[in-house]
């Protein structure tokens, strides 16, 4: 069965720093793209980054430069670190897995398996 759990959501002030991590298990977790997504209350999810089989990485236009995402494969585990964070990313953040052997993309509908999520709250 495959799993991924997100986890190192919680309550920060704006300004400050989170790192989320996603692990993964009961896949050959060196054959995906991972990706992070968010879905905000009342809103649509939308794409944040994903990182390919080989590392390259790519980010929504928005959230460059604040976000940056890594992966370790030895410890089938992918990480997002947010910083300078703002009240506007609260939401719950999702990492995914898309086995696609050519194409890395940002695009949900592409993902094959989804983690649960884990709350980010940001307060002003």
């Known amino acids: 069965e495959v799993q991924l759990q997100a986890s190192g959501g919680g309550l920060v002030q704006a300004g400050g720093s989170l790192r989320l991590s996603c692990a993964a298990s009961g896949l050959t977790f060196d054959d995906y793209t991972v990706g992070w997504f968010r879905q905000a209350p009342g809103k649509e999810r939308e794409g944040i980054s994903c990182?390919?089989?080989?590392?390259?990485?790519y980010y929504t236009p928005s959230m460059k430069g604040r976000f940056t995402i890594s992966r370790d494969n030895a410890k089938n585990t992918v990480y997002l670190q947010m910083n300078s964070l703002k009240p506007e990313d609260t939401a719950v953040y999702y990492c995914a897995a898309d086995g696609d052997p050519v194409v890395a993309t940002i695009l949900g509908e592409f993902y094959d398996y989804w983690g649960q999520g884990t709350l980010v709250t940001v307060s002003s």
């Open positions: 990182i390919s089989r080989d590392g390259r990485t």
